[in-house]
């Protein structure tokens, strides 16, 4: 079984809610990832979890705040967003260590479909 | 510096054609290879991966990719292509500490 989980597949919000997005793996996999897709662009990594610690943050603006509770869950945090935040936001996770010097595949959730009026 | 280009940004061809997406990297160790595919709205689909061995790559879908090192590419084919492939491809080189440097894309219009 390779499959991330992602919810909720579609979410709303205005520029002053709060929400939430989360990701499942259930791979035993000790990397995850969250990148935000624009339309027509490949997607740009946003922060990196390895063995439940943040080790890449890709200079992304504090009202996105990452959280790995356990090694099977990672939460986004939402607070205060710009109407140019809106894309596609996906997590994947990968089997290897990413603190390593070799590649490793990344497996790939459904995407959460953010809209912030 | 690790780069991935995609030269096509758009490519048409007939349902039960012949298909070959072009990608080619720049990176300075043995590269890690993937191709993605992902549908509207969806995330991505690994189709293949290249990591070491036989430069050439049987995957999903009937795709296959063949590396060359001489000409730093790795490009995508299928023999026969179905309406269902119509959908957005990307090649990825992975990198040091497992970093993702993607393609800008290669949008597939399969035409009836």
């Known amino acids: 079984d390779t499959e991330v989980t992602q919810t909720p597949k579609h979410l709303v919000m205005g520029m002053t809610n709060k929400k939430s997005l989360k990701c499942e793996q259930h791979m035993g996999h000790r990397a995850m990832y969250w990148y935000k897709q624009k339309a027509k662009k490949p997607p740009e990594l946003m922060f990196v979890y390895s063995y439940e610690k943040l080790s890449i943050n890709e200079s992304v603006p504090s009202r996105f705040s990452p959280e790995c509770p356990n090694s099977s869950l990672l939460n986004l945090h939402l607070h205060a967003l710009q109407p140019e935040d809106s894309a596609l936001y996906l997590c994947a996770s990968s089997p290897g260590d990413p603190r390593s010097v070799s590649s490793d595949t990344q497996y790939f959730g459904p995407g959460t479909r953010l809209t912030v009026l | 510096a690790q780069s991935v280009t995609q030269p096509d940004i758009h490519i048409t061809v007939s349902e039960g054609a012949s298909l070959e997406l072009r990608c080619n990297y720049s990176?300075?160790?043995?590269?890690?290879l993937f191709w993605y595919v992902q549908s509207p709205g969806q995330g991505l689909q690994l189709l293949l991966k290249y990591f070491s061995g036989d430069t050439l790559v049987q995957g999903i879908k009937g795709f296959e990719a063949e590396f060359k090192r001489s000409q730093s590419s790795f490009n995508l084919r299928k023999p026969s292509v179905h309406w269902s492939d119509a959908a957005e491809y990307f090649c990825?080189?992975?990198?040091?500490?497992?970093?993702?440097?993607f393609g800008t894309g290669t949008s597939l219009t399969v035409i009836p």
């Open positions: 990176y300075g160790a043995t590269p890690y």
């Open positions: 990825a080189v992975g990198a040091y500490g497992n970093q993702f440097y």
